[in-house]
């Protein structure tokens, strides 16, 4: 049977199409490839990026570097991916803070959602609502009756505007009708020193950083900001259990710029699926307090949408605005 001549080239086209994919994805990578960090070094992100870098490197035969650029709450390292060439060899590291960036900043030279590929999601952090040993409440279901008695008179200390942390404090004022002032720091270590110095009585913060001072006495865990108890920390009730609804955890993975090749998106999802089934991998995640998270590009950017809404409802609510 003789197919009509368009036909016949369509079909032809798209048999060649198809060895050229594999062509793009078995070559990829051929040289050195960027993953930018949007938080300085030596910090929770940069520490799990470095590690799933490490194991894309030993897998694909090419390094993968890492290169910090922090500032303006990571929008300064997105906007040099979003302007990368779309090949594959610029990553940006992304985490809860893109999300809330979307909503959190006046004006910004790209749309996170329209301008960046989801490659692959590595993990969920808690965080955890910590009070200074010689407060009152001892449950958050005494802690919300507490505020809600003194209203406008409790410090809320966070790692800083629009941070994780922060945003977890602002949902349980949203959601549970409390009146608490936030006092920003630079990083979760100076909020909670001042914590347990007993200059501030609460603080959230990133569970892997407050785990010490919790262990220790020095700060009291009144619940992790999840909505329901984790593993590793079973003893500490979740803010889930008092507030139906409530859940505020901070996830991370990593993005190319958009239009990157859907083969070469596909072969780093695959590499960093296989990674955080390591044990080795998911053994030091899981030191570093994360939860190894993987997921398709497709679940991963619905994540990412779902976030983006999420965090916009609270960040209108609390009233943030930040400057481009």
């Known amino acids: 049977m003789r197919l009509p001549r368009r036909q016949f080239l ?19 990578p051929a040289r050195p490839v960027r993953i930018i960090v949007t938080t300085a070094a030596g910090g929770a992100p940069d520490i799990t990026a470095r590690l799933i870098a490490q194991w894309l490197s ?27 060439p779309p090949d594959g060899y610029t990553l940006l590291n992304v985490g809860a803070s893109s999300a809330i960036n979307a909503t959190l900043y006046e004006k910004l030279s790209f749309n996170f959602i329209r301008d ?16 200074n040993p010689a407060f009152p409440p001892r449950t958050v279901s005494e802690f919300i009756a507490y505020a809600k008695a003194n209203p406008g ?50 603080c959230f913060a990133g569970l892997p950083a407050a785990i010490e001072q919790i262990r220790s006495g020095r700060a009291r865990a009144l619940a992790v900001t999840t909505a329901a108890r984790l593993p590793a920390a079973s003893d ?12 505020a955890s901070f996830w991370g993975g990593f993005c190319a710029p958009q239009a990157t090749p859907a083969e070469i ?21 899981t030191d570093l307090g994360a939860t190894p998270f993987a997921s398709s590009p497709e679940a991963f ?15 209108r609510f609390a009233g943030l605005r930040q400057p481009d």
């Open 153 to 202: 008179t409790i410090n809320m200390a966070s790692p800083g505007i629009g941070s994780g942390p922060h945003m977890a404090g602002e949902l349980l004022k949203m959601m549970a009708g409390l009146d608490l002032i936030h006092v920003p720091y630079r990083g979760d270590a100076p909020a909670l020193s001042d914590l347990v110095a007993g200059h501030v009585p609460l």
């Open 301 to 315: 950017g619905k994540l990412i949408a779902e976030e983006t809404g999420k965090w916009g409802k609270v960040v």
């Open 58 to 84: 030993e897998r694909l035969g090419q390094q993968f570097l890492i290169e910090n650029r922090p500032g303006a709450g990571g929008t300064i390292g997105t906007e040099a991916v979003v302007k990368a």
């Open 10 to 28: 369509r079909l032809a086209a798209a048999a060649a199409a198809l060895p050229l994919a594999a062509r793009i994805a078995s070559a990829y």
């Open 265 to 285: 998106v596909d072969k780093l999802n695959r590499e960093i699926n296989a990674g955080l089934a390591d044990p080795k991998i998911a053994a030091r995640l």
């Open 236 to 247: 500490v009730p979740a803010l889930g259990e008092f507030v139906p609804g409530y859940e």
């Open 116 to 131: 960046i590929a989801p490659v692959a999601s590595i993990q969920r952090v808690a965080g955890v609502m910590v009070v």
